[in-house]
């Protein structure tokens, strides 16, 4: 099992660009989670899907969209990337119930000039 | 407001040098605390859970405790292996986890 993957590891954009982070699972997982992480702050939930086709906003969903269309995959959207969403960003996934332990992919670092 | 706090923010430690890391949470209806390692340049990886005051988990020289109030990462004895950030995450009642920003950990040996 590859666990969480994420796609790409670093990006770099300038100001008003677009574009898409993929983040996949293979452990049959039902909630998918995007998260972003600052110097000197904790993992901020972005957004969050509970199941295939369904998505819900996060703590800092603002100039992000996301879409869960297949059960193994969740998809980050910036439409048009500032300099403020320069980060690191994590996707993380768990199997609905049980130990709700959620397992994290390696981070794509984006920066935005 | 729900909240967490760790501290110290970063912690040098000689090897075999035993020491404790602090999480303070407030949280509504406490659903779980998390702790998590995070090496430079990877993701968070999973330690711990623990559901109840005064529950207790082991593995190798790490050993998190729980209050109504705070969690504890113990760690006995360390290498320089156990080199890393640590991580808290307390879960609500409503299921939203907050993560703190962490305790880096660096073992000299």
């Known amino acids: 099992n590859a666990g969480v993957t994420q796609t790409p590891k670093f990006r770099v954009l300038k100001t008003g660009q677009s574009m898409t982070l993929l983040c996949a699972q293979d452990m049959n997982h039902e909630y998918m989670y995007w998260y972003r992480q600052d110097p000197g702050m904790g993992l901020r939930l972005i957004h969050y899907?509970?199941?295939?086709?369904?998505?819900a906003k996060g703590e800092v969903p603002d100039g992000y969209n996301v879409s869960r269309l297949k059960k193994q995959n969740f998809l980050l959207g910036l439409e048009s990337a500032a300099p403020s969403q320069t980060s690191v960003y994590f996707c993380?996934?768990?199997?609905?119930?049980?130990?709700?332990?959620?397992?994290f992919g390696p981070g794509t670092r984006l920066t935005v000039l | 407001e729900d909240q967490v706090t760790q501290s110290p923010e970063a912690l040098r430690l000689q090897e075999g040098e035993s020491s404790s890391l602090n999480c303070s949470y407030t949280v509504s209806g406490l659903r779980g605390l998390f702790w998590y390692r995070q090496d430079p340049g990877k993701g968070p990886e999973f330690l711990f859970t623990l559901y109840s005051a005064g529950e207790e988990k082991e593995k190798e020289r790490l050993k998190a405790t729980l209050t109504k109030k705070e969690s504890f990462l113990h760690i006995t004895a360390p290498k320089p292996e156990d080199s890393a950030t640590y991580l808290c995450?307390?879960?609500?009642?409503?299921?939203?986890?907050?993560f703190g920003s962490g305790t880096k950990l660096n073992v000299k040996p």
């Open positions: 995450a307390p879960r609500n009642n409503f299921n939203k986890f907050y």
């Open positions: 899907s509970v199941g295939e086709g369904t998505t």
């Open positions: 993380a996934s768990r199997v609905a119930g049980g130990t709700d332990t959620q397992y």
